[in-house]
Structures are given as structure tokens and as C-alpha cells.
């Protein structure tokens, strides 16, 4: 991998000495950066081992031996010097780049760099000079020197040195003529009564090493990599490397941490299911943890609540259930049950606080509730009108107003108190999200599409066009993306920025049924949604083709919601009336686990043994029958050895 255009060109900028590789090299601070080696010392180490002068020159004959470093070799060696000097191994460095014949960076950016740090501004402003022929832009050379007077004008400052510091403001920074607004903010600093009310208004560390090594990072930008390296070049390329890894693992569910010590370089990350290693076993919601039997009739909709302490589930038995999750056991009991919905309910909405809850029926059901769920006192029933259909809402995100609206052409906004603050006439909604900036609520309609609406100035716009009526949609925490369960068709995800289709995805059964699909994870990195076929499908976001089918529901699965705190926890509303808590799978080692598995082959082949000969002997089912045979045989025999 190339280092950001490092070995572009061979003139002036390239990062080698000219001694190339081939030839001995110039020992006069070959590395760019540090004072060079005595070739004459008799402390130069060959190998670890202590040489003479002699041995110096026996290195230099080796130099002359080796091989022209490619472009990718060279990038290579100054990403090692660079890291190796921010170790402070200095002497290893020199020798690196004398062996090598490379050098760390350009003689006039290291002489840049030494009078950055060491605050001799005057200086610095004549390497810029020398630097001009080496940066690519015009306009770079104004900007660097703008960020170099800028530094040298708030020393000043701090030091006490007022006139000198105008003088730069009036006669260096102003007649650059840029970023004139950073000049009238700079100028504003002159006011400052002390040196911490400066370095707090400006948010500068203050003179020193730390903000000269801020300036040079911000210098280095201007730069090109073959004359001053990038910061912490090697470190960023092994992050990012590691990052890589942990996007392609289909299950990685832990937190992501972008330290390096808290991994491995030394192996490839991998979160294996079928080897059961730790992030799948420990983290990813795969087992039945617990079933709530509760409700008495179909359970249409459950959500967790934001600080995931809780769980609402509601039914068509007319009750809204709240549960409490243990935070140590992570089992789930009930806490509160909220009766009097006389039409069942289908949607369940946590404010922004988890201080109250709202409770939507199905389409013919003209109220809305909503509680007090501290108390379990019911605040507001809201109807505007008999003939409304109230089925779905969301949370502004100050949690004193919220949305609702329904097939029948009804689209709401009120108060805590169901009191009607706006209206928008002939939406026929379907569901309902209010984005993070307050203003724009998102609609899917009739219509087949999701739109966007501003209660402020009235206005709206298509944000997504489907093909087929979407039943339902959820969005990401940062708002890009939503997942939507689209009729006949199945989940698919839309990217809201760029407003394109980015995947669909797999397995699903979806017919006319409204089933509520969710993101979760760490990092929301996953997506699960509910299914006819009576399943549960998790999908890496990345892949089309679900990683995981949890059975154990008995009809319809028509909610999935995934707790936004444990991330490995998982609940799943269906129409067999239960709910059911998943979790991850509990530890059994490998001997255990394949024990297990065997035992259970086992069950299912004599299982279908027993089916098989119960069908009529057609040459299908004989072939069914030699093949379960053969397979149970196999099975025996390795129980035996």
C-alpha cells in the first residue's frame, strides 16, 4: 500500500537520499529528522553486535549490494522510521536510513518542523519560501502562513506582549487577505484579561509543545507525503486495517474500540459462528433467553425503552404490559399493565425521557393514549374525531409534542395534553419517524413512498419511492438510513442522504401483514425483522442473506425489537401470543457442543426415519430412506471411536 501519493515523482521531493539504495549513502542527518551517526565511532551496532570502523565500512560494501528498493518498499521503511522516532528510538532510525538509503522526509521540512516547535516564527516564514516549489497548490503557502502568524500572534498574547501581538494582527495576518472572519475573531482575544481566559476562548492548549505539534499536523496537511509524512501515518493505516476487518466479521457485536492496544495485530479479527468464538457466543442474540405467556391473544407490537431498562409490549387483548429487566440476570417480569384499549393495540411509542408512553390500535380505532409510566396514570385519551384512524405516532425530540395519523387521511401534531397544535389535510399515513433536527417528520403513505414534512413552513418532499406499499419503516440512530418491510417484498434498506435503495435483503416471508423490523447491535451494525413463516432473521446490514433463523414462534412474528443498552438482547412479538427474550447462547465448550449437535442429528434423522416409513415406496422415498440410513450409520460410528 502506497502512503497518500508517497514516491509520485523522482525529482527534488523524492524521499530517498542521493545515494540511491545502490551506492553509500550521506550520513548528514539522514534521516531527515536527527542528527547522524559517527561513521567513525567504533559504538555503530551491526546485528546487536558492537562493530569497529572497520565493520562500518563493511556495512557500507553491503549497502552497495543490495537490491533498488521499489516505491511500496521505501513508502514501508519511512513508515517504520516514523514510528520508530516517535518511540524515541533515534539511533535506530539513523541506521535504518543509512542502510536503507532513504530518508524520513525532506531537509527543508525537517528544518521547517525544528523551527515550528522551537517557536522561531521568523524562520519558519523563510522555509515556507523554500517549501513554495514543493507544494502543489498556489494558495497552500498563504494558508500555511496564515496558521503560523496565528500561533506566533497568540503567544504573544499570552506572554503579555500586546503590541507586539497587534502588530502581527495589523501588519502580518491582515494583509494576507484571508479568512478575514478568523481575523475579526483573533482581534476579539486582545480583551482577554489573563492567559486562561485566552486559551478558553480561543480553545487553544496554550504555548508549548502540544500546539506546535497541533500547527504541524495542520501544516503537514498542505504538504505532500513524499516531503513530510502524514502524523502518526503507520498507526492510522493499522486502524483502519483493523476497522476493515471488523466491518467484513458478519458478527462482531461488541463495541467497537479504535485503540490498537486493545487487539491482536499479530492475527486477523474474526467473530466465527460455526466455532462458536467469543464475540457470537458471548454478545449476539441467538437463543431463548425467556418466554412471556402473559397477554391472552395476539401480541402486535414491543418496544424497549430507550434506556433499555424496560420493555412494552401490546396485544389485541386491549392491555399494554411494561416489563422490568433485571440488569443482572437479564430476566424480564412485569412491572406495570396498562388496561382499557378497546381495540387492541398495534403501536407503542417511549418519549425521548422514557416518562411517558403512547399506545396506538388498529385502523379502525379512532383514540390514542397516552400514560404516565412512572404512575401508570393514564395523562391523555385524544380523539379529534370518531372517524379517525389514529395507528401510528412519534416523539418530537423534545418530548413535549408528538405526531400521529392514520390510513383515513388524518396527520396530527399536539401537546402533551392532546391538544391539536398543526394539521396536515389528506396523508394517509401509514408510519411515522420525527428526525433529530425537530422540524422534519417522515410519512410513509398510500402512495408507496416515504415523504418528508415540515410542520414549521409547511413544505414536504419525496425522500423514497417504492414499488409496493410499505407497511412499516424504522430509522438509524444517526438518521441515514431506514429500513423499511415493503409488501410482497420483503425489508429493504434506503439510504435517506443519497436517497437510494441500498439493499435487500433475503428470507423473509412478507405478505400484507404489518411487521416492524429493527436495526441493533453495538453499533447497529445488524437488522432483524419478524416473518410469516413464523421465524426471526437477522441480517448483517453489509449482506443480503440472513446470518441467523430463530425459530420457536408458533404464527406470525410481527414485531422484532432490539434493546438499544444490551446489546445482546433481543425481543420478538408474535401471534401465538407470547414474546419471547433472546439472548446469547449459553457456554458449553467443544466437546459438549459437538456432543449436543450429534445427539441431535441423531433425534432428527431417526425422526425422519420414522416419517419415511409412513410414504408410499416410490423410488423417491427409497433414495430418502438410503440416504437417512447412511447418515445415521455414519453418526453411530463416530459415537463409537
Not at 540511491?20 to 542527518?29: E, L, R, S
Not at 479504535?258 to 479479527?269: A, K
Request: with cysteine.
Amino acid at each position: 500500500m502506497q502512503a497518500n501519493g508517497a514516491g509520485q515523482g523522482q525529482n527534488q521531493e523524492l524521499p530517498c537520499l542521493s545515494a540511491q539504495n545502490g551506492d553509500t549513502a550521506d550520513m548528514t542527518h539522514a534521516n531527515g529528522l536527527l542528527s547522524s551517526v559517527n561513521n567513525n565511532s567504533n559504538n555503530v551496532m551491526n546485528n546487536g553486535v558492537p562493530g569497529t570502523a572497520s565493520s562500518s565500512s563493511e556495512l557500507g560494501v553491503a549497502i552497495k549490494k543490495k537490491k533498488r528498493l521499489s516505491p511500496s518498499e521505501e513508502d514501508v521503511i519511512r513508515l517504520i522510521g516514523q514510528h520508530l522516532n516517535g518511540l524515541g528510538l533515534n539511533q535506530t532510525v539513523d541506521l535504518l536510513m543509512q542502510e536503507s538509503g532513504c530518508r524520513l522526509e525532506h531537509p527543508a521540512a525537517t528544518k521547517f518542523r525544528n523551527h515550528v516547535m522551537e517557536g522561531e516564527w521568523d524562520k519558519a516564514e523563510n522555509d515556507l519560501n523554500e517549501l513554495k516549489s514543493l507544494v502543489h497548490s498556489p494558495h497552500a503557502i498563504v494558508r500555511m502562513k496564515f496558521l503560523l502568524l496565528q500561533q506566533k500572534y497568540l503567544e504573544y498574547l499570552e506572554d503579555g506582549k500586546v503590541l507586539e501581538a497587534l502588530q502581527v494582527l495589523r501588519c502580518e495576518l491582515t494583509p494576507l487577505k484571508y479568512n478575514t472572519d478568523r481575523i475579526h475573531i483573533l482581534s476579539g482575544y486582545l480583551m482577554c484579561s489573563h492567559a486562561d481566559d485566552l486559551r478558553v476562548k480561543a480553545e487553544w492548549e496554550g504555548k508549548g509543545n502540544a500546539s506546535r505539534s497541533k500547527l504541524l499536523d495542520k501544516l503537514q496537511t498542505y504538504l505532500p507525503p513524499s516531503v513530510m509524512l502524514p502524523p502518526r501515518r503507520l498507526q492510522t493505516l493499522l486502524r483502519q486495517a483493523v476497522e476493515l476487518q471488523r466491518d467484513r466479521c458478519l458478527y462482531h457485536n461488541t463495541k467497537l474500540d479504535n485503540h490498537l492496544d486493545s487487539v491482536s495485530l499479530l492475527i486477523d479479527h474474526v467473530c466465527s459462528r460455526c466455532q462458536f468464538f467469543p464475540c457470537f457466543r458471548k454478545q449476539f442474540p441467538c437463543y431463548t433467553q425467556q418466554i412471556l405467556t402473559e397477554h391472552c391473544n395476539e401480541v402486535w407490537f414491543s418496544k424497549f425503552s430507550n434506556d433499555g431498562t424496560k420493555l412494552a409490549t401490546g396485544s389485541k387483548d386491549t392491555t399494554v404490559i411494561i416489563w422490568q429487566i433485571d440488569q443482572d440476570t437479564h430476566q424480564l417480569k412485569v412491572w406495570k399493565t396498562l388496561e382499557g384499549h378497546a381495540y387492541g393495540v398495534s403501536y407503542l411509542a417511549w418519549s425521548p425521557d422514557d416518562t411517558y408512553l403512547i399506545a396506538c390500535g388498529p385502523d379502525d380505532c379512532s383514540e390514542l393514549w397516552l400514560w404516565n409510566v412512572q404512575t401508570g396514570e393514564l395523562r391523555t385519551k385524544m380523539s379529534q374525531s370518531h372517524e379517525d384512524s389514529l395507528t401510528s405516532v412519534a416523539w418530537n425530540p423534545d418530548g413535549k409534542r408528538f405526531v400521529t395519523g392514520g390510513q383515513r387521511g388524518q396527520f396530527y401534531q399536539c401537546d402533551l395534553d392532546g391538544n391539536l397544535l398543526d394539521s396536515w389535510e389528506g396523508v394517509r399515513v401509514q408510519c411515522l419517524w420525527c428526525l433529530a433536527d425537530g422540524k422534519t417528520v417522515l410519512a410513509s403513505d398510500t402512495h408507496q413512498r416515504i415523504r418528508g414534512y415540515n410542520f414549521e413552513d409547511l413544505t414536504d418532499r419525496n425522500i423514497v419511492q417504492e414499488d409496493h406499499p410499505i407497511m412499516s419503516f424504522t430509522i438509524s440512530r444517526n438518521g441515514r438510513l431506514a429500513l423499511l418491510n415493503v409488501a410482497t417484498q420483503g425489508v429493504h434498506l434506503w439510504d435517506l442522504q443519497d436517497r437510494v435503495l441500498v439493499r435487500k435483503y433475503q428470507g423473509v416471508t412478507q405478505g400484507f401483514y404489518t411487521i416492524h423490523s429493527c436495526f441493533g447491535g453495538h453499533n447497529e451494525d445488524f437488522i432483524a425483522s419478524g416473518s410469516e413463516d413464523h421465524k426471526v432473521y437477522i441480517w448483517h446490514k453489509r449482506s443480503e442473506l440472513p446470518i441467523a433463523e430463530l425459530t420457536g414462534h408458533t404464527r406470525t412474528v410481527n414485531c422484532v425489537s432490539w434493546n438499544p443498552q444490551i446489546p445482546s438482547m433481543m425481543a420478538s412479538a408474535s401471534d401465538d401470543g407470547t414474546v419471547r427474550i433472546w439472548g446469547p447462547a449459553p457456554y458449553v465448550d467443544n466437546q459438549e457442543f459437538e456432543a449436543g449437535a450429534t445427539e441431535r442429528t441423531e433425534n432428527t434423522l431417526e425422526s425422519d426415519l420414522t416419517e419415511i416409513s409412513g410414504l408410499n415406496n416410490t423410488p423417491s422415498t427409497r433414495e430418502r430412506l438410503q440416504r437417512a440410513l447412511l447418515a445415521l450409520g455414519k453418526l453411530q460410528i463416530r459415537k463409537q471411536l
